[in-house]
């Protein structure tokens, strides 16, 4: 597998990450069974397909948290969360605190950037 399918596939990643991304959709995008891509995400990204979205997901939403006024259930609603209970529980798991005290302090998001591999 090239560099450039494994670029396609964080692009394919990143383009469908509110419409919660599947590996299974990744794969037939780019033309190749789920195990491999699995395996060739985690080799050249370093972390698992799941792990890469869920830490984007969260990402994305703490920016969002820090920059709008939505409501944290339109927030969790957009990244895929089921409930604001699953939102606050991963939140916090990143973050360290419930998604409500990150908006109050408003602190430096830590952020799990795109991954580049070229």
Known sequence: ????????????????????????????????????????????????FKEYVFRRKLTLAAETLTHSDLRIIEIAMRYGFSSNEAFSRAFKKIYGCSPNQFRARKPKVRSFDRIRVM
């Open 1 to 48: 597998m090239s560099i450039g399918t494994v670029e396609a596939m964080i692009d394919w990643v990143e383009n469908h990450i509110e419409e919660d991304p599947e590996l299974g959709k990744m794969a037939r995008h780019v033309g190749y069974s789920e195990f491999y891509c699995s395996a060739k995400f985690h080799e050249y990204v370093g972390v698992p």
